[in-house]
């Protein structure tokens, strides 16, 4: 049974929650692992480095937009398949996250937990637009 009363604030959880992750993550790349060091470790990985700066750009602005509850439904399910990939990179690490290079359970858990916000919505204390915008934009 779904409780209708606080389930918009389970969705709202797991979008601040996830959406902070995101950010953390994109950050990591960008001020710890460096922007050149995460560009070279997606080269080594036999990925074109330009790949990199759209990973972070999507850690970020994904990020961004799932803490203040913009498109959830459409930011949640384009970051799955970045999230898919991730765990293709920790796949030969074992499943356990806390293996040395990671394993793949962390982000298949997290790419589960997109799905699920895809299917949710961004719940309580959300930003919408109003639908006079989304209408002037879809036009």
Request: aromatic share 12%; glycine share 12%.
């Amino acid at each position: 049974m779904i409780y209708l009363k606080t389930a918009t604030y389970a969705a709202f959880a797991l979008s601040v929650s996830t959406g902070l992750l995101f950010l953390a993550h994109g950050l990591l790349k960008v001020f710890v692992f460096t922007i050149p060091g995460t560009v070279g470790f997606f080269e080594s990985l036999g990925l074109p480095g330009a790949l990199a700066y759209a990973v972070i750009a999507a850690e970020l602005l994904g990020g961004l937009a799932l803490i203040l509850g913009i498109a959830v439904r459409f930011v949640s399910l384009a970051l799955v398949p970045m999230l898919i990939g991730a765990a293709w990179v920790h796949a030969g690490n074992g499943w356990l996250f806390s293996n040395e290079n990671g394993g793949w359970a962390f982000p298949v858990f997290w790419a589960a937990v997109q799905l699920a916000l895809a299917l949710t919505g961004p719940g309580a204390a959300a930003l919408r637009l109003p639908k006079a915008s989304v209408r002037a934009v879809a036009a």
